[in-house]
């Protein structure tokens, strides 16, 4: 068992990944909330946004930002778009239904990555954002201000999501959507033009993993794609419906995943981590209920 | 005491987050037909669903027959002989109807001697006119509620739970269904209770009535009484005015 | 309470006993699909190239665990999305037996199907309790670990101890086969054999109980509780099946490709394998077939003609959402839409006369009946 000092920079790695899988955990907790979807496509449209910026960046040589711009922004499309054509025509079938239909278009933007960026062949491709460089030293240990960013952006964006859910009509609407989307209708909330703005801002945070996940961990489209899993089982293990609860599980999905690593005897197993705690807490937490009923049939 | 025949229901208490759909229901069913009714919300389907073992109670007692009801597995229910239908008809599309009726049988481990005979005999008491063989995707809705008429007659049932059996039906098969039920104690002798709200179902079938209003018991005793009493009808209208 | 409008009726009910007596048009089917198996046993290794010849024998095993799916999403109702993982469970199991022992082939497929059945159960007994959406995720993420596993652990490759895997050794042994079918068209012809027994074997479950019981669960659990159905063993029977068969098709296909390694069982494929089913259509057998023949002929297609398989799993993923979009109730409905009607197009055609399933218009039906278009 290696010693503290073996560990102090994966407690550092680990809090900034886990920052961005609360990020990401956050977003699809609120679009399920929202609209019933289990957004399952979330990785893989913020990785073909991160190597579409790869791209633009290399090939035609336009600065920095305007690549994490347009991987932003394309996320944030793709994603608004699958929203407005298969949100209605899915909005009344049952979340499983809505959670596979997702994976039709993940498996479309696979394809598609694979089509343009082919995997293989040599090339190793990496996002080096500018943050990568600057950083501070805590103690003895290095903090590069990506990973600032990764940890802060995540107890910002849960921070900020908490708050507008609770404070601002456009939030509170959300909530009344989650809750029953028929009744919320009648009462005059503009529910498409809600449903709109959850979209959006999960696929621009999607966008956002996508980037810093790029550089945190690597730019390359099955990992990124899948790395959703992380953010998922976070979500799971709040159950899809605790912001806060998302975020303390995706730190800990993110410092566990990274403390094995110097820990020679399971360092290889140390990607089980999100599926094993998730499975754990969910069976812990579904040993109470007799029959999961919908709330129809209660 | 093994031998009475009664529900006794004895501070039956529901919760669901911050709602309360049953809220200390005591009761006895007598043999024969109840009838159970109030407004949507009131907590009839959950006082099913109890009985049933979809939903445990935060507090409170089933006795069926002088046995703990609720300390029995829900699936095991119907071997015990509780026999349910649903809001929503639930006759099993795929299977034939003869299939649906002979599910009881073929799960509740009953003695399968006489299994063809009772079932085909379940399917004419509820006077369904139609090849058993027939796929129920073939049959028209009246015909599904039916059938799960007749899966509730199945096998020497001790207690039949009907969830609004004629919802949705023209008055024609409303009557038709009505008078099946009326037979069904007789031909089963079990205890049946019927939650509807057709009220003119309700006075035909059932003996004696309960009455439930935001999971409280308010009113019980013969039916024609029930209907008229006054905390009854406020209950359904919706009046200011509480006693 | 005798009728007088139903002829033929009595109070004690109809004459007809419950099994029929088959009539000429109810042979059919059996009898088209008993040529269709000389056919492919027979005439089809002759016909093709060795290449293709792989690619029909990648189908057989594949169409094995679109099987187990089809059963789990097309009459449970259950979503898994780690099946291909069950798949890399089975091959390993197999290879294992099949360098450290010299077990005969046969028992080699059953022992690599029954462990792999004990695990799938294992693993399924505590998931099953959860909601389908919880399920689903959790197979998804059990098929992620198990992919990290195997890239750790290898696949048995002749080495020795538990795991099986020599990783300094220069000369890896190719998995063996059985001596009846060392050649590629003879363990095709095995292939399409144990196939054809996985589908006797599941079809043997869905006529009887257990098929009933997971028709009653689809549909309505609360209406199979009801009715004395312990739905928790019924699932759990189905996820045992499915792993069953799907470790058969593992150690099948360990024998087919001779080498095996973790990046040949990605998570991604999970997905697509759930695709293909939902577009061959994930209640009827043949859904099963059309889903391996999408899985592995097209992309052996494809390859040959140098188009990149990629643009099929773009066209996957369109048809996935074709289908959910389209098909009017959940995802277990009978063969979809564009598929279905292509078939009843060809059946019409070839079997006229015939009444078809899943169009039955819904008649009240008076007096002597027909029986209503039966399903599977």
């Known amino acids: ?298 | 005491m093994s031998g009475s025949r009664a529900i006794e229901v004895d501070g039956l208490t529901v919760r669901f987050g911050g709602v309360t759909s049953l809220d200390g229901m005591s009761l006895t069913f007598e043999d024969g037909t109840c009838g159970l009714i109030g407004p949507n919300g009131a907590g009839k389907t959950t006082f099913f669903n109890v009985l049933s073992g979809f939903v445990r109670p935060a507090g409170g007692t089933v006795r069926a027959f002088g046995e703990d009801l609720l300390s029995i597995v829900h699936f095991r229910r119907a071997r015990w002989g509780v026999r349910r239908t649903f809001q929503t008809e639930q006759a099993i599309e795929e299977l034939s109807v003869f299939d649906n009726v002979a599910l009881v049988y073929e799960h509740a481990k009953l003695s399968g001697a006489s299994r063809r005979q009772d079932v085909l005999g379940a399917i004419s008491f509820a006077g369904l006119e139609v090849d058993p063989y027939a796929t129920v995707r073939t049959l028209g809705a009246g015909e599904r509620r039916l059938v799960e008429v007749a899966r509730a007659v199945v096998g020497r049932p001790k207690l039949v739970l009907l969830d609004e059996p004629a919802a949705g039906l023209p008055d024609e098969e409303t009557e038709h269904l009505g008078e099946v039920i009326r037979r069904i104690p007789e031909q089963t002798g079990a205890l049946t209770i019927l939650v509807d709200h057709d009220m003119s179902l309700v006075s035909a079938c059932c003996e004696t009535t309960a009455v439930l209003d935001f999971g409280k018991l308010i009113a019980s005793g013969p039916t024609a009484e029930v209907l008229r009493d006054d905390r009854v009808i406020r209950a359904y209208l919706g009046t200011a005015e509480f006693q | 309470m005798a009728d007088t409008h139903t002829a033929g009726r009595t109070a004690t009910g109809p004459q007809r006993p419950p099994l029929r007596r088959p009539d000429a048009r109810s042979l059919v089917r059996p009898a088209v699909i008993a040529v269709l198996l000389l056919f492919v046993l027979f005439a089809l290794p002759q016909l093709l190239s060795l290449y293709y010849i792989g690619a029909m024998t990648q189908v057989a095993v594949y169409a094995i665990v679109a099987l187990g799916l089809g059963v789990l999403v097309g009459r449970v109702g259950l979503v898994s999305l780690g099946q291909v993982a069950v798949l890399a469970i089975g091959a390993w199991v197999a290879a294992r037996l099949l360098f450290a022992t010299s077990l005969p082939y046969p028992v080699v497929l059953l022992g690599a199907g029954v462990i792999t059945m004990v695990l799938g159960t294992l693993i399924g007994l505590p998931a099953l309790r959860l909601r389908g959406l919880y399920l689903a995720l959790i197979t998804l993420m059990l098929a992620g670990g198990i992919t990290v596993a195997l890239a750790t652990t290898n696949f048995p490759n002749g080495g020795s101890g538990f795991l099986g895997y020599n990783g300094s050794s220069v000369h890896i042994p190719p998995i063996r086969r059985p001596s009846i079918a060392a050649s590629d068209p003879a363990y095709f012809r095995y292939s399409v054999l144990v196939a054809a027994l996985m589908f006797l074997l599941v079809l043997a479950h869905i006529r009887t109980r257990p098929g009933r019981a997971w028709a009653a669960i689809r549909q309505s659990e609360l209406t199979a509780l009801a009715a004395g159905i312990n739905t928790t063993l019924y699932k759990l029977w189905a996820f045992a099946l499915a792993s069953f068969i799907t470790g058969v098709a593992g150690g099948v296909l360990a024998g087919a490709i001779h080498y095996l390694y973790s990046i040949d069982f990605p998570t991604q494929d999970s997905i697509t394998l759930l695709a293909v089913v939902l577009m061959g259509g994930a209640y009827s057998l043949w859904g099963a077939v059309v889903a391996a023949l999408l899985y592995q002929l097209l992309p052996a297609l494809l390859n040959n003609w140098g188009v990149s398989s990629d643009w099929l799993t773009i066209l996957f993923g369109i048809g996935v959402l074709q289908v959910l979009t389209t098909a009017p109730a959940g995802l277990a409905d009978q063969v979809p839409k564009d598929l279905g009607r292509l078939g009843r197009l060809l059946r019409r055609r070839v079997l006229p006369g015939r009444v078809l399933p899943g169009r039955v218009p819904r008649k009240r039906l008076r007096g002597p009946s027909q029986s209503g278009g039966g399903a599977g």
């Open chain 1, 1 to 298: 068992m290696p010693s503290w000092a073996y560990f102090q920079p994966f407690v550092v790695s680990g809090l900034a990944l886990g920052g961005v899988y609360a990020l990401s955990g956050v977003g699809l907790v609120v679009l399920y909330r929202a609209t019933g979807v289990v957004y399952l496509a979330f990785g893989a449209v913020g990785a073909m946004g991160a190597l579409i910026a790869w791209s633009l960046i290399k090939d035609t040589g336009v600065p920095g930002w305007v690549g994490w711009l347009v991987c932003v922004l394309f996320a944030g499309a793709v994603t608004l778009a699958y929203g407005m054509v298969f949100g209605p025509a899915l909005a009344k079938r049952d979340p499983l239904i809505k959670a596979v239909a997702t994976l039709g278009l993940t498996l479309v933007l696979f394809g598609v990555m694979d089509l343009l960026w082919t995997s293989g062949g040599g090339q190793s491709r990496a996002i080096a954002l500018p943050t990568d460089n600057g950083g501070f030293v805590v103690g003895q240990l290095q903090v590069n201000w990506t990973q600032v960013i990764g940890l802060g952006a995540g107890i910002a964006i849960t921070v900020v999501t908490g708050a507008f859910l609770r404070y601002t009509k456009l939030g509170t609407a959300m909530r009344a959507m989650a809750n029953d989307r028929d009744i919320t209708a009648t009462l005059g909330v503009p529910v498409r033009r809600v449903e709109a703005a959850a979209w959006l801002g999960c696929g621009v945070l999607g966008g956002v993993a996508g980037l810093l996940l790029a550089d945190l961990v690597a730019l390359d489209a099955t990992t990124l794609t899948f790395l959703v899993i992380s953010s998922l089982a976070a979500a799971l293990i709040a159950r899809l419906r605790s912001i806060a609860l998302t975020f303390v599980a995706a730190i800990a999905i993110g410092l566990i995943h990274d403390l094995l690593t110097p820990i020679q005897a399971l360092s290889n197993y140390r990607d089980m981590t999100p599926f094993v705690l998730a499975a754990v807490a969910l069976l812990v937490l579904s040993r109470r209920s007799v029959i999961s009923l919908s709330r129809e049939e209660a």
